[in-house]
C-alpha cells in the first residue's frame, strides 16, 4: 500500500504544496529522463506475495499485527485487512536460476510467516480471493488500524457520497452493498514486477497490455465469493469496485475507475503515463517531503518522487508502471497486479516466469504493437479472460483462438525464447514452464475450486462446504502440490461433527421471504405449492419482523375466508431469534424450550439465514 504516514488532502492547508512538490516530481522525472540517468542493465525482476491468515475454523483471522510483530522481518508488511498480509521479495537480476532462487526465498518466507502464526493459532492460505470470508469480515474491526487505511475509506465514501456497490454476475449473482473499502480486503494476489528500458516505455508498455488476456486466461484462481460462483477471475470485477470513487448520477459518467486496464494504447513517454494519471484522478493523500525532488537533483541525489509515487499508489492499472531506486540509480518497472495468489508458490513461479518470458521474447513483428490490433480486442481479451478463464477464446492476429491454441501454439514458444535471450538457464525455465504445459491440459486453479466446491455442496451445507474447501487447499500447498495434480475432496473424510460446530454451519441461507405488504393468500399458497415449512417476514427496510409458519398455513386453509387478512395481522410477531455465532446446542434448546422447529438468524434486525429443527437434528 506504500507510503503509511500520510494525511487526507481535501481541505488541507498543505494542498497547494503538495500539488507544487508533484508538479516537481514531474519535472525531476522528465529531467532525468532527458539526461538519460535512468537504469537499463541489468533487467531486475520482483514480487510482491499477498497471503491470508485463517483460524482453526478455517474463517478469517485477526491477527495479522500479532504475527507481523513476532515474524520481525522487513520483508512483511500490513494489508487493508487484518487477515492479510504481505511479503516482498528481495530484486534479482534476470537470468540464470533467477526464478529457483526467487522461489525458495518464497518458500523460506512463508515458511517462517507459518511457524509463527502457528504459535497464535492461525494458517497461511495462499488464494485469490478466501473461500470462507463473509460480510462480517468487511466491518471496520477487521480493518487494519494504521492511519492510511482509514483515510482511504474516508475519501473513497467522501467522493462517492454512498456506500459501495458491488454488483457481480457469473453463474450466480452478487448484489450488495457495503460502508467501508474491505472489499479490496477479499484480494490477495501475487504481484510481479519486471524492469523496463524507459526509453522503449511505448513497445513495452502496450505488449503487456496486449498480452495481459491470453496470460490472466491460465492463471486464474478466484471464481467465488460469499459462495457464489461469479467470474473465473472475481478479484478483476472486485477490486474494481471496491475502490470505486465515482459516484452514480443520472447522466453519462465517463470518467475511469481507479481500478483499470485503459480506455487507449500508450502513448509517449513514461512522464506522459504519469501526467495522464494525475489528469484523470484527483489526489486524495498526501505527505510532505523536507525537500522537493528539482532541489534534491540539482544536489546530485536521485530523488525518490514520494509525492508521485503516493498519487500513483491510489490509481490501480492492471499493468501499472513504477518508479524505483536502487542503488542510487533510477529505474522504472512494470508491476503485474491482476495475477491471483496461489494455488501453490511453484504455480505462481510458473505463472512470473510465463509473463515474464512472453515480454522478452516478443517477435520483431509484434513491435508496435498499438499500430496492429485494436485496443479495444486487447481490452476484451482481458475481460473476457477474467470472466471465463481457460473457457475464453480470444482475437489474435485477426484471428479467434482458444486460450489452450493460443498459449500452447504462440505464447508458450515466445516465452522459451525471451526467457533463453536473457540467460535463464534451460532447466529452470522448463522445469516451470511445464507446470504451465500440466495446467492447460487439465485444469487451473479456478477450475479446481468450482468443482470441489459443487462436490462439496452435494452434501454440506454452505458454510460447512467454504470450510472444507480452504482446509483441502491448505492441505494441498502444504504438499506443494501444483494445481494440475490437486485432487477433489474426499466427502467421506469430513465427517459432520454437528455439536462442535456454530449456527453458521447449519443454517440455509437462501431463504424464501415475504413483505409485510404481499398478498397473505399468495404467500400461504406459495408455502404449499413448495411445501415451504417458515416463511420470515420483512418490512420496508428489510427488517426482520415476523414470521409466518406450517401452523399458520394448516388454520387458514381450514378457514378459507381469513386468507384475506394482511400478513402483518396473521403472522408471528413475539420471535425467538439466534444469531450465526451461537452454538448448535444453543439452537437446539432454544427450540426445544419454546416448542418451535425453527430460528431464524439474525444479525441486528437484518435476517441472514433460517435454521429449523431438521438442520440441527439430522
Same mark, same amino acid.
Given at each position: !500500500?506504500?507510503?503509511?504516514?500520510?494525511?487526507?488532502?481535501?481541505?488541507?492547508?498543505?494542498?497547494?504544496?503538495? +500539488?507544487?512538490?508533484?508538479?516537481?516530481?514531474?519535472?525531476?522525472?522528465?529531467?532525468?529522463?532527458?539526461?538519460?540517468?535512468?537504469?537499463?542493465?541489468?533487467?531486475?525482476?520482483?514480487?510482491?506475495?499477498?497471503?491470508?491468515?485463517?483460524?482453526?475454523?478455517?474463517?478469517?483471522?485477526?491477527?495479522?499485527?500479532?504475527?507481523?510483530?513476532?515474524?520481525?522481518?522487513?520483508?512483511?508488511?500490513?494489508?487493508?485487512?487484518?487477515?492479510?498480509?504481505?511479503?516482498?521479495?528481495?530484486?534479482?537480476?534476470?537470468?540464470?536460476?533467477?526464478?529457483?532462487? !526467487?522461489?525458495?526465498?518464497?518458500?523460506?518466507?512463508?515458511?517462517?510467516?507459518?511457524?509463527?502464526?502457528?504459535?497464535?493459532?492461525?494458517?497461511?492460505?495462499?488464494?485469490?480471493?478466501?473461500?470462507?470470508?463473509?460480510?462480517?469480515? #468487511?466491518?471496520?474491526?477487521?480493518?487494519?488500524?494504521?492511519?492510511?487505511?482509514?483515510?482511504?475509506?474516508?475519501?473513497?465514501?467522501?467522493?462517492?457520497?454512498?456506500?459501495?456497490?458491488?454488483?457481480?454476475?457469473?453463474?450466480?449473482?452478487?448484489?450488495?452493498?457495503?460502508?467501508?473499502?474491505?472489499? @479490496?480486503?477479499?484480494?490477495?494476489?501475487?504481484?510481479?514486477? #519486471?524492469?523496463?528500458?524507459?526509453?522503449?516505455?511505448?513497445?513495452?508498455?502496450?505488449?503487456?497490455?496486449?498480452?495481459?488476456?491470453?496470460? #490472466?486466461?491460465?492463471?486464474?484462481?478466484?471464481?467465488?465469493?460469499?459462495?457464489?460462483?461469479?467470474?473465473?477471475?472475481?478479484?478483476?470485477?472486485?477490486? $474494481?469496485?471496491?475502490?470505486?470513487?465515482?459516484?452514480?448520477?443520472?447522466?453519462?459518467?465517463?470518467?475511469?475507475?481507479?481500478?483499470?486496464?485503459?480506455?487507449?494504447?500508450?502513448?509517449?513517454?513514461?512522464?506522459?503515463?504519469?501526467?495522464?494519471?494525475?489528469?484523470?484522478?484527483?489526489?486524495?493523500?498526501?505527505?510532505?517531503?523536507?525537500?522537493?525532488? !528539482?532541489?534534491?537533483?540539482?544536489?546530485?541525489?536521485?530523488?525518490?518522487?514520494?509525492?508521485?509515487?503516493?498519487?500513483?499508489?491510489?490509481?490501480?492499472?492492471?499493468?501499472?508502471?513504477?518508479?524505483?531506486?536502487?542503488?542510487?540509480?533510477?529505474?522504472?518497472?512494470?508491476?503485474?497486479?491482476?495475477?491471483?495468489?496461489?494455488?501453490? $508458490?511453484?504455480? @505462481?513461479?510458473?505463472?512470473?516466469?510465463?509473463?515474464?518470458?512472453?515480454?522478452?521474447?516478443?517477435?520483431?513483428?509484434?513491435?508496435?504493437?498499438?499500430?496492429?490490433?485494436?485496443?479495444?480486442?486487447?481490452?476484451?481479451?482481458?475481460?473476457?479472460?477474467?470472466?471465463?478463464?481457460?473457457?475464453?477464446?480470444?482475437?489474435?492476429?485477426?484471428?479467434?483462438?482458444?486460450?489452450?491454441?493460443?498459449?500452447?501454439?504462440?505464447?508458450?514458444?515466445?516465452?522459451?525464447?525471451?526467457?533463453?535471450?536473457?540467460?535463464?538457464?534451460?532447466?529452470?525455465?522448463?522445469?516451470?514452464?511445464?507446470?504451465?504445459?500440466?495446467?492447460?491440459?487439465?485444469?487451473?486453479?479456478?477450475?479446481?475450486?468450482?468443482?470441489?466446491?459443487?462436490?462439496?455442496?452435494?452434501?454440506?451445507?454452505?458454510?460447512?462446504?467454504?470450510?472444507?474447501?480452504?482446509?483441502?487447499?491448505?492441505?494441498?500447498?502444504?504438499?506443494?502440490?501444483?494445481?494440475?495434480?490437486?485432487?477433489?475432496?474426499?466427502?467421506?473424510?469430513?465427517?459432520?461433527?454437528? =455439536?462442535?460446530?456454530?449456527?453458521?454451519?447449519?443454517?440455509?441461507?437462501?431463504?424464501?421471504?415475504?413483505?409485510?405488504?404481499?398478498?397473505?393468500?399468495?404467500?400461504?399458497? !406459495?408455502?404449499?405449492?413448495?411445501?415451504?415449512?417458515?416463511?420470515? +417476514?420483512?418490512?420496508?427496510?428489510?427488517?426482520?419482523?415476523?414470521?409466518?409458519?406450517?401452523?399458520?398455513?394448516?388454520?387458514?386453509?381450514?378457514?378459507?375466508?381469513?386468507?384475506?387478512?394482511?400478513?402483518?395481522?396473521?403472522?408471528?410477531?413475539?420471535?425467538? $431469534?439466534?444469531? =450465526?455465532?451461537?452454538?448448535?446446542?444453543?439452537?437446539?434448546?432454544?427450540?426445544?424450550?419454546?416448542?418451535?422447529?425453527?430460528?431464524?438468524?439474525?444479525?441486528?434486525?437484518? #435476517?441472514?439465514?433460517?435454521?429449523?429443527?431438521?438442520?440441527?437434528?439430522?
Amino acid at each position: !500500500m506504500g507510503e503509511l504516514r500520510v494525511e487526507k488532502l481535501r481541505d488541507n492547508p498543505q494542498k497547494g504544496l503538495y +500539488i507544487k512538490q508533484l508538479l516537481a516530481d514531474i519535472e525531476a522525472m522528465e529531467h532525468m529522463l532527458d539526461k538519460d540517468m535512468f537504469e537499463r542493465s541489468p533487467i531486475r525482476i520482483g514480487a510482491e506475495q499477498e497471503f491470508c491468515l485463517v483460524d482453526k475454523a478455517w474463517q478469517p483471522s485477526n491477527k495479522a499485527l500479532e504475527v507481523l510483530k513476532a515474524i520481525d522481518d522487513p520483508h512483511f508488511t500490513t494489508e487493508l485487512a487484518l487477515y492479510n498480509l504481505e511479503i516482498n521479495l528481495d530484486p534479482i537480476p534476470l537470468g540464470g536460476v533467477c526464478f529457483s532462487q !526467487m522461489h525458495h526465498q518464497l518458500n523460506s518466507l512463508l515458511a517462517k510467516a507459518g511457524k509463527v502464526a502457528d504459535e497464535y493459532g492461525t494458517k497461511i492460505i495462499l488464494t485469490g480471493v478466501l473461500p470462507t470470508i463473509a460480510k462480517k469480515h #468487511l466491518e471496520t474491526n477487521y480493518m487494519t488500524p494504521i492511519n492510511r487505511y482509514k483515510i482511504l475509506n474516508e475519501v473513497v465514501r467522501e467522493q462517492r457520497q454512498s456506500n459501495i456497490e458491488l454488483h457481480i454476475k457469473g453463474v450466480d449473482e452478487l448484489n450488495i452493498h457495503h460502508d467501508s473499502v474491505l472489499f @479490496e480486503g477479499c484480494n490477495t494476489s501475487f504481484q510481479s514486477h #519486471l524492469q523496463i528500458d524507459p526509453n522503449d516505455f511505448e513497445d513495452t508498455y502496450n505488449w503487456a497490455q496486449a498480452i495481459a488476456g491470453p496470460i #490472466l486466461s491460465i492463471c486464474t484462481n478466484s471464481p467465488m465469493l460469499f459462495g457464489r460462483e461469479l467470474w473465473e477471475e472475481t478479484r478483476i470485477a472486485l477490486f $474494481t469496485q471496491s475502490v470505486d470513487t465515482r459516484a452514480s448520477t443520472f447522466l453519462l459518467n465517463e470518467r475511469e475507475a481507479r481500478v483499470h486496464f485503459g480506455n487507449d494504447w500508450a502513448q509517449g513517454t513514461i512522464v506522459d503515463y504519469y501526467k495522464e494519471a494525475i489528469t484523470g484522478f484527483k489526489s486524495f493523500l498526501y505527505a510532505i517531503e523536507e525537500e522537493d525532488s !528539482m532541489s534534491q537533483l540539482k544536489q546530485g541525489k536521485i530523488p525518490k518522487l514520494k509525492a508521485l509515487g503516493l498519487h500513483n499508489g491510489t490509481v490501480y492499472t492492471w499493468n501499472r508502471l513504477c518508479y524505483g531506486v536502487g542503488d542510487g540509480k533510477p529505474h522504472i518497472r512494470i508491476e503485474n497486479r491482476y495475477i491471483p495468489s496461489g494455488p501453490s $508458490t511453484e504455480d @505462481e513461479i510458473a505463472n512470473m516466469m510465463l509473463w515474464v518470458g512472453v515480454m522478452m521474447g516478443r517477435p520483431k513483428k509484434y513491435n508496435a504493437i498499438h499500430t496492429k490490433m485494436d485496443f479495444q480486442d486487447a481490452k476484451s481479451n482481458f475481460l473476457i479472460a477474467a470472466r471465463y478463464g481457460m473457457a475464453a477464446q480470444f482475437y489474435w492476429d485477426n484471428k479467434l483462438l482458444s486460450s489452450q491454441q493460443l498459449l500452447l501454439d504462440i505464447f508458450l514458444p515466445m516465452a522459451y525464447k525471451g526467457l533463453y535471450q536473457m540467460g535463464v538457464a534451460p532447466k529452470d525455465a522448463e522445469h516451470y514452464l511445464k507446470i504451465i504445459e500440466k495446467r492447460i491440459a487439465s485444469k487451473n486453479g479456478s477450475r479446481w475450486i468450482v468443482s470441489s466446491y459443487r462436490k462439496l455442496r452435494q452434501e454440506f451445507k454452505l458454510p460447512d462446504a467454504l470450510s472444507i474447501l480452504t482446509e483441502k487447499m491448505y492441505q494441498n500447498q502444504q504438499k506443494g502440490y501444483t494445481v494440475d495434480a490437486w485432487e477433489l475432496p474426499r466427502i467421506e473424510r469430513y465427517p459432520k461433527h454437528k =455439536e462442535q460446530r456454530k449456527v453458521l454451519h447449519v443454517m440455509n441461507v437462501k431463504t424464501v421471504t415475504a413483505q409485510v405488504t404481499d398478498s397473505s393468500e399468495l404467500v400461504l399458497k !406459495m408455502m404449499q405449492w413448495k411445501n415451504i415449512h417458515h416463511v420470515p +417476514i420483512l418490512n420496508k427496510e428489510q427488517d426482520l419482523v415476523g414470521l409466518l409458519t406450517w401452523t399458520d398455513l394448516e388454520d387458514y386453509l381450514k378457514n378459507p375466508d381469513k386468507l384475506e387478512e394482511r400478513i402483518e395481522v396473521i403472522m408471528k410477531t413475539e420471535l425467538i $431469534t439466534i444469531t =450465526e455465532e451461537e452454538s448448535i446446542s444453543k439452537a437446539k434448546h432454544l427450540m426445544k424450550a419454546n416448542a418451535i422447529n425453527c430460528l431464524p438468524v439474525v444479525h441486528g434486525k437484518k #435476517l441472514v439465514g433460517i435454521v429449523t429443527n431438521k438442520d440441527v437434528w439430522e
